[in-house]
């Protein structure tokens, strides 16, 4: 039974900084890629942040220079550092995975509020 389950989420103000984490269960030997993604109310989701079992990553151009993805495989988990955060950063955050052999799971979100 594959799961994804994030942390980190919560309330900062802007500027601040939080740090996901998304575990993943057991190995994460046959991931592809994982990413970042987020959805605001009434916005489309999109993706924030991803990187490939190689470990070439890659963001959207709203989250450059100021977020960070990465992958520990120790620890079966990969984070989203998230530095200067900006109001429209608002948004709940999912964790996704792409297996080599088709599996393709989502966490069950952690909500980020970014408010003063």
């Known amino acids: 039974q594959v799961q994804l389950v994030e942390s980190g989420g919560g309330l900062v103000q802007p500027g601040g900084s939080l740090r996901l984490s998304c575990a993943v269960s057991?190995?994460?030997?046959?991931?592809?890629?994982m990413g970042w993604y987020r959805q605001a109310p009434g916005k489309q989701r999109e993706l924030v942040a991803g990187?490939?079992?190689?470990?070439?990553?890659n963001y959207a151009d709203s989250v450059k220079g100021r977020f960070t993805i990465s992958r520990d495989g120790a620890k079966n988990t990969v984070n989203l550092q998230m530095n200067s955060l900006k109001p429209e950063d608002t948004a709940v955050y999912y964790c996704?995975?792409?297996?080599?052999?088709?599996?393709?799971?989502w966490g069950q979100g952690t909500q980020v509020t970014v408010s003063s």
């Open positions: 996704n995975a792409v297996w080599n052999w088709g599996g393709n799971f």
């Open positions: 990187i490939t079992s190689s470990g070439t990553s």
């Open positions: 057991g190995s994460m030997f046959g991931i592809n890629a």
